[in-house]
């Protein structure tokens, strides 16, 4: 029988002494449940085991993609769009190592389309499935070279179609 039920047993049928060893027992062992080892870390290098603190989230700077290199990531994604995400992202983060690669993973699912804009021609073999296209908002940040012909009047009549409402 486990000695945790020896206070349900009659007085006379419990060991000599059980009570002072369950007290000592309760004193050696930590605070945790009986099933987990208490364990203490120690800090490399020191002879004390002191607890390692872990480090607060909020002392990280932000890795976010900024406002200054956004346009750079708008010129490689290009008005013809990109079949390889994780290959432009992940050079991306390379180029611009104060980036994270989920920061520029959410930046680039926002700033790309799969509908392929009326003004960029259709590629001349099949396209990958998982092509994607910039949204012709972002058309603005790249250089006016590398814009499509007409598209701002195309956008223009697209928001003007979108505001007025029938009356």
Same mark, same amino acid.
């Given at each position: ?36 080892? @208490?364990?203490?870390?120690? $800090?490399? =290098?020191? !002879?004390?085991?002191?607890? /390692?603190? &872990? +480090?607060?989230?909020?002392?990280? #700077? ?11 990531? @708008?010129?490689?994604?290009? $008005?013809? =769009?990109? !079949?390889?995400?994780?290959? /432009?992202? &992940? +050079?991306?983060?390379?180029?611009? #190592? ?27 073999? &099949? ?41």
């Amino acid at each position: 029988m486990k000695p945790a039920y020896y206070s349900l047993l009659p007085e006379d049928d419990r060991p000599i002494g059980w009570r002072k060893a369950q007290e000592a027992r309760k004193k050696k062992s930590c605070s945790t449940p009986t099933k987990t080892k @208490c364990t203490s870390t120690s $800090v490399k =290098g020191s !002879s004390k085991t002191t607890p /390692l603190n &872990k +480090k607060n989230a909020s002392k990280k #700077p932000p890795k976010a993609v900024s406002d200054e290199i956004l346009p750079e990531l @708008c010129k490689r994604i290009g $008005v013809n =769009g990109t !079949s390889s995400k994780q290959k /432009l992202i &992940k +050079k991306f983060v390379d180029d611009f #190592p104060n980036t994270s690669v989920r920061q520029a993973t959410i930046k680039f699912s926002e700033i790309v389309t799969k509908t392929i804009p009326r003004w960029v021609s259709p590629p001349q073999q &099949k396209r990958p499935l998982h092509h994607v296209y910039l949204k012709p908002a972002y058309y603005s940040l790249i250089l006016e070279d590398d814009r499509p012909i007409g598209w701002r009047k195309a956008q223009e009549a697209k928001e003007k179609k979108s505001c007025s409402t029938p009356s």
